[in-house]
Nanobody, 115 residues
Framework: QVHLVESGGGLVQAGGSLRLSCAAS????????MCWNRQAPGKQRELVAG???????RYADSVKGRFTISRDNAKNTVHLQMNSLKPEDTAVYYC?????????WGQGTQVTISS
């Protein structure tokens, strides 16, 4: 059983930064892709950033140039560095991983940006 545990959420002012971490219970080498998604109140969950096993990345247009996804294979961890945060970034952020036909989600971490 794979477990994903997010950390690093919190309350910051607009313009500030946060770094989210997603720690996997096993090696992340076996995951085809790992992503960060978010869900704001009353809205659908959306993809924020993803990174493939080969290191290719993709970002939602709304976060390009502000967020950076990275992976630390030695620590089985994926990070999301979030800079220049805006109130509209407020959401619960979820870590996601896929291995073949199997998908895994973390429990989420709250990010709140005050104006």
């Amino acid at each position: 059983q794979v477990h994903l545990v997010e950390s690093g959420g919190g309350l910051v002012q607009a313009g500030g930064s946060l770094r989210l971490s997603c720690a996997a219970s096993g090696s992340i080498f076996s995951f085809d892709v790992m992503c960060w998604n978010r869900q704001a109140p009353g809205k659908q969950r959306e993809l924020v950033a993803g990174i493939s096993s080969g290191g290719s990345t993709r970002y939602a247009d709304s976060v390009k140039g502000r967020f950076t996804i990275s992976r630390d294979n030695a620590k089985n961890t994926v990070h999301l560095q979030m800079n220049s945060l805006k109130p509209e970034d407020t959401a619960v952020y979820y870590c996601y991983a896929r291995r073949g036909d199997y998908q895994y989600w973390g429990q989420g971490t709250q990010v709140t940006i005050s104006s």
